[in-house]
């Protein structure tokens, strides 16, 4: 999904991917390098395979561009670290020749970070260190390499997960408002919209219905990021997403309510249940963004209804 990343602090990502590797390796064959030993030599872990590891998650760089920049740099330094700290390095490896350097990152910014590793790997193979084999590359990845080890842990180890959703465009907003295939539910979510008492002129109705519009598919962004790679959170989410619908629809046809109250009760009620559900594993801005697309599409497919207001 383009339209959303996880958000790290750097010590975050190393944590997550370090527990990532623990359980992909058997036991005695990976350990920890930690950096307060000795300064940072490049390497955040180490595989009997020959695989050396380093993470990398700087925080406040949006851009593709300077995360590009940002990536290319962490390449250059800790490349060059071998080399620099080979006599520190050689007794830590006891005899492990390293094959692939391997710098692990949430989101790769361009083809060109693999094409400038290649480089600085060849470098490396030029340097005539002898804990470096013949074959030696560098590689960028993310954590879709671990799909078994995060179903493994989801449980434990990993903390609150948090996604940033940057999207959807003006025009993906706009697209969804005109597209013929979304009449019905644009025109059910302004019915409903105008039973508000807040409604008082079609400028103020044309702008809260974009709220709801966007709010759903910045929802669905979240939602898809989540299938594909935190199926046991979205599979949560979605079961209380049903269980949750299968009154709502009963509740809009005895409930005396106020448009307002209604949608504020629900929205309550809903957020509750996934709180509950979800158990800390997902963060609150997340679970608002999910009961806010939740409501937006209950009000356009109908479960969620009410009342004129008097």
């Not at 830590?92 to 290649?118: M, T």
């Not at 025009?171 to 019905?184: I, R």
């Not at 309510?257 to 504020?264: E, F, K």
Request: proline share 3%; charged share 30%; with cysteine.
């Amino acid at each position: 999904m383009t339209n959303v990343q996880r958000l790290y602090s750097g010590e975050e990502w190393e944590l997550e991917m370090i527990a990532l590797l623990m359980r992909r390796y058997a036991l005695g064959d990976f350990f920890e390098v930690p950096a307060v030993h000795k300064g940072d030599l490049g390497l955040d872990g180490v595989g009997s395979d020959g695989c050396v590891y380093q993470c990398y998650a700087p925080q406040g760089m949006r851009s593709a561009a300077e995360r590009r920049d940002g990536q290319k740099g962490k390449i250059y330094d800790d490349l060059s670290k071998l080399k620099k700290n080979a006599d520190d390095i050689r007794p830590l490896l006891d005899g492990i020749v390293v094959r692939r350097w391997i710098l692990l990152v949430p989101e790769l910014a361009s083809k060109d970070v693999q094409a400038y590793a290649n480089v600085r790997a060849r470098v490396v193979r030029e340097s005539g260190l002898d804990f470096i084999s013949d074959d030696f590359r560098a590689v960028v990845s993310t954590d879709v390499m671990f799909a078994a080890e995060r179903k493994a842990i989801a449980n434990g180890v990993i903390s609150s997960l948090q996604l940033e959703i940057l999207g959807p465009s003006e025009f993906e907003l706009a697209a969804f408002h005109v597209a013929d295939e979304h009449a019905t539910l644009v025109a059910n979510l302004r019915r409903k919209l105008a039973k508000l008492p807040r409604q008082q002129s079609a400028a103020e109705a044309d702008r809260v219905a974009s709220k709801y519009l966007l709010a759903y598919l910045r929802g669905r962004d979240l939602q898809g990021a989540l299938q594909q790679n935190h199926a046991e959170i979205w599979e949560s989410i979605q079961g209380v997403k049903r269980s949750f619908e299968l009154l709502l629809d009963a509740r809009s046809t005895v409930s005396t309510a106020d448009g307002s109250i209604r949608i504020l009760d629900e929205m309550e009620g809903y957020q509750r249940d996934l709180r509950a559900k979800l158990r800390g594993d997902l963060n609150d801005e997340n679970i608002s963004q999910l009961v806010a697309e939740a409501t937006a599409d209950w009000l356009m497919r109908c479960p969620l209804d009410f009342p004129v207001s008097v």
